[in-house]
């Protein structure tokens, strides 16, 4: 969750949506997105709504204890009972991130997953994940968060190289993201992602070459790779400016994205998306997927966002804050904005062009029809979807996937 929120017209207290977001919700698959805003130190390059115990204490008291976050937060998934009325829709992905949610005991977590399915029940075939910080689990844990119903899990591990975790403030050892891969099978979980980034100051190809290699090696479905991206106001920003670290260029992100294509492929990794790589269809994520297809989801807990049916909304950043308006029986939001239909036309274009599938033609307008055929001369769109009406980007077009995006949009 990023630690700005956007500007927006006021959230009513009791959080009420617009009739209008509801209407055609049947045929939108429903998730949950639940934040636990804690984390033991924060990264230096980390810009997410995290709380450290020594950024909280004194400025939340007893509301901003994680102690008792497990039932603030399902106060909120009580309030989305409320808000969504009798939506019959089961949830069909709870996604559990952060912060570091394993900071939580493994039966808090279980209690949130619980207040769901309570309130909304699950689909049969749900996915409930939950992100981890290597240092913070062991087999026990696992096992606990197997039992409770979890069966995807998700690993920070950015680098297998220590002097690369160093400049990134990460505090776990190079070694024990692969261990948790083999715990986490031996528990019992299904799916399990490493996550990786890329450009890191003081990273070589070499190093790059030996993340790559050694989350392979722990035998994940799922591989995230993700280029570094420093963040005004965050510790390695303040590194950089100081001439501390040197700051990467885009010239070293495009050789490493292509350095992850080549060495996850063959691997049997497939691209879905253009920072996500699955070795099947039911590796993918599929809760990230709601959010590039823009479905329904309810962002509970400090800073969380949410959107149902055009409408999206943000909870208020301070875990005492957050708790204080729900002990009031007030809604948590600090504002919404009601999207236009060209609002969520130009989202659907931004979201779904990163996607493997990519995006319709008729999503596009004149301008951006022209600027798409432009792209398939230039090698940036794959001119086999394009000739069957969908706009997908080639390997090329996934390095200047931004640039394309702005082009079509128009």
Avoid at 147 to 152: A, H, I, K, P, S
Avoid at 257 to 275: H, N, Q, R
């Amino acid at each position: 969750m990023p630690s700005v929120l956007p500007d927006g017209e006021p959230m009513p207290e009791d959080g009420a949506l617009p009739a209008s977001a509801l209407l055609g919700a049947g045929e939108r698959p429903l998730g949950f997105y639940l934040h636990v805003p804690y984390c033991a130190t924060r990264c230096g390059y980390c810009d997410f709504n995290t709380y450290t115990a020594t950024e909280l204490r004194g400025s939340g008291g007893v509301l901003a204890s994680r102690d008792n976050y497990a039932a603030t937060l399902t106060d909120e998934v009580r309030l989305a009972r409320k808000v969504l009325g009798d939506d019959p829709r089961p949830v069909r992905t709870v996604f559990v991130g952060g912060g570091t949610p394993t900071l939580l005991a493994a039966a808090d977590l279980v209690s949130m997953l619980g207040a769901v399915r309570d309130e909304f029940g699950l689909a049969d075939d749900a996915e409930i994940t939950t992100e981890a910080n290597p240092e913070s689990v062991d087999p026990a844990y696992l096992a606990e968060l197997r039992e409770g119903g979890f069966n995807r899990i998700s690993f920070g591990m950015q680098s297998a190289r220590q002097h690369v975790l160093k400049v990134l403030d990460r505090t776990h050892t190079p070694g024990r993201p692969e261990a948790c891969v083999a715990e986490a099978r031996a528990a019992g979980f299904e799916h399990v992602n490493l996550d990786l980034i890329y450009g890191t100051p003081g990273e070589s190809d070499a190093d790059w070459r030996a993340s790559l290699d050694a989350a392979i090696g722990a035998g994940p479905d799922h591989i995230s790779a993700y280029a570094l991206i420093v963040e005004e106001g965050t510790q390695l920003a303040r590194r950089i400016r100081r001439g501390e670290v040197p700051m990467t260029d885009d010239d070293v992100h495009a050789d490493r994205y292509l350095i992850a294509e080549d060495v996850l492929s063959g691997a049997g990794f497939s691209w879905y998306e253009v920072s996500n790589w699955a070795t099947s269809q039911a590796g993918r994520c599929l809760h990230n997927e709601l959010y590039w297809r823009g479905a329904d989801w309810w962002g509970a807990g400090p800073g969380a966002h949410s959107h149902v049916g055009g409408v999206r909304w943000w909870n208020v950043k301070h875990p005492g804050a957050y708790a204080a308006a729900l002990a009031e029986g007030r809604s948590p939001g600090a504002g919404r904005e009601v999207l236009s239909e060209e609002d969520r036309r130009v989202e659907r274009v931004l979201l779904e062009l990163r996607l493997r599938e990519g995006c319709e033609l008729s999503l596009l307008k004149p301008a951006g029809l022209a600027a798409a055929e432009q792209a398939v001369g230039d090698g940036l769109l794959d001119p086999g979807p394009y000739a069957g009406g969908r706009a997908v980007l080639t390997l090329r077009g996934r390095l200047l996937a931004d640039a394309v995006v702005r082009d079509l949009v128009d």
